[in-house]
């Protein structure tokens, strides 16, 4: 049975830095795109970044909204099967849930990035910038 799980959410002062975890189980993902989505109160979950996998030699590459570009990024160790997210200049707009998800297909050329090509997602990890 796969497993996603968040952790390393929290509450922080803007400009600060906060470090995501996501760890997957019960099956290997290294030839899947995983990926950090996030929902603020009353909005709709976005994208947020997202990592490919690798096969053949070829993948790896990332993708990120334009509005954590520069500040976000987003790594994943691929034996531990973990997935990270570096978030730095942190401001009260990034406020939010953070979701990790695992996609629903083999994902190593372009990056996937909207919600309904994941399929495994974590339970999300609170993320709170204060002014």
């Known amino acids: 049975q796969v497993h996603v799980q968040e952790s390393g959410g929290g509450l922080v002062q803007a400009g600060g830095s906060l470090r995501l975890s996501c760890a997957a189980s019960?099956?290997?993902?290294?030839?899947?795109?995983m990926g950090w989505f996030r929902q603020a109160p009353g909005k709709e979950r976005e994208f947020v970044a997202a990592?490919?996998?690798?096969?053949?030699?070829?993948?790896?590459?990332?993708e990120s909204a334009d509005s954590v570009k520069g500040r976000f990024t987003i790594s994943r160790d691929f034996p531990k099967n973990t997935l990270y997210l570096q978030m730095n200049s942190l401001k009260p707009e990034d406020t939010a849930v953070y979701y990790c998800?695992?996609?629903?297909?083999?994902?190593?050329?372009?990056?996937?990035?909207?919600?309904?090509?994941?399929?495994?997602w974590g339970q999300g990890t609170q993320v709170t910038v204060s002014s």
């Open positions: 998800a695992a996609s629903a297909r083999e994902s190593y050329v372009s990056v996937p990035v909207v919600a309904g090509q994941y399929i495994y």
């Open positions: 019960g099956r290997t993902f290294s030839t899947y795109a």
């Open positions: 990592i490919n996998g690798v096969k053949y030699g070829i993948g790896g590459g990332t």
